[in-house]
């Protein structure tokens, strides 16, 4: 025996709502419909399920023993359907990397990571280290690569930096007027630790350009507006790094590391791993 779905819900939605005509507006059909529905269903089980009474209809004595049975039998079907949709989305992960440094790697690390991980729907968000951590900490992010903070000693660590002085190719330095600093603006730790080594060099400098973002930032040192304290790895093909014999302050060395919530090294320990692995591969 093969029972209609359809017709096993409209059974139950009439027996529960004692009416056609209300079952037939909750199930977005018409009278006749639900009619037809139910009376195919009679007609399986060989019984009658309804009589008509005062008040719209009410169950005959099969229908009252057979609808325990048929609310067990939808709610079994509906669970099933319920499991397997939720089986077949993608597990959201919100991953968050910075763009001092990080960039660069973005387009190769999501080929990898939905080749190997095609279960996930990832969201990226390129921002700061400051906003990263913000954004972990608000829990707005699962995971973020990010360079480490001055002071800190959370996360894992991933690989070393490289903080250089960097201009267009065809910039030229003047030691004899200040240093022209093309930076991001407040807060950020670059700028922070660029006007910080000037300082401490009794170096002038002089802001010339300040950047929302770390792009804005390249395009700025491109068009040889200045000078910027980047990392060596985010140089574009148009600029060059200044040498130290021009004489610089030198600048202090960096660390990226990975930081997630507790919730995401739980749930999403394959993901960490395989931003682990792929950023391990890089530095061998």
Not at 76 to 84: F, G, K, P, V, Y
Not at 266 to 273: L, P, W
Request: include cysteine.
């Amino acid at each position: 025996m093969n029972i209609d779905i359809g017709n096993l819900r409209a059974f139950c939605v009439v027996a529960e709502k004692e009416s056609f005509t209300l079952a037939a507006e909750l199930l977005g059909a018409t009278q006749s419909t639900i009619s037809m529905r139910v009376k195919k269903l009679e007609q399986l089980l060989g019984n009658k399920l309804f009589d008509s009474s005062p008040h719209g209809v009410e169950l005959t004595n099969f229908g009252t023993d057979f609808i325990p049975k048929a609310k067990d039998l939808l709610g079994a079907h509906d669970n099933t359907l319920h499991s397997i949709t939720r089986q077949s989305e993608k597990q959201s992960f919100r991953l968050g990397v910075t763009y001092h440094g990080i960039d660069q790697n973005l387009p190769e690390l999501l080929r990898i990571l939905s080749e190997k991980l095609p279960q996930y729907r990832m969201s990226v968000s390129v921002l700061s280290s400051e906003e990263l951590y913000a954004g972990l900490a608000r829990l707005k992010l699962d995971t973020i690569v990010a360079k480490r903070l001055t002071g800190d000693h959370k996360g894992q660590s991933l690989f070393n930096g490289k903080l250089v002085w960097m201009a267009s190719k065809d910039f030229e330095y003047e030691p004899d007027k200040p240093v022209p600093l093309v930076s991001l603006g407040s807060p950020c730790s670059l700028r922070q630790m660029a006007i910080n080594s000037l300082n401490a060099a009794k170096i002038p400098w002089q802001e010339v350009f300040i950047g929302s973002n770390v792009f804005a930032v390249k395009a700025a040192i491109s068009a040889g507006l200045g000078i910027a304290c980047l990392e060596q790895r985010t140089l574009p093909a148009d600029c060059k790094v200044l040498p130290e014999k021009i004489g610089l302050s030198p600048l202090p060395s960096t660390e990226f590391v990975l930081e997630a919530t507790s919730s995401a090294r739980k749930q999403d320990a394959c993901m960490i791993d395989a931003i682990t692995e792929y950023f391990e591969a890089q530095e061998g």
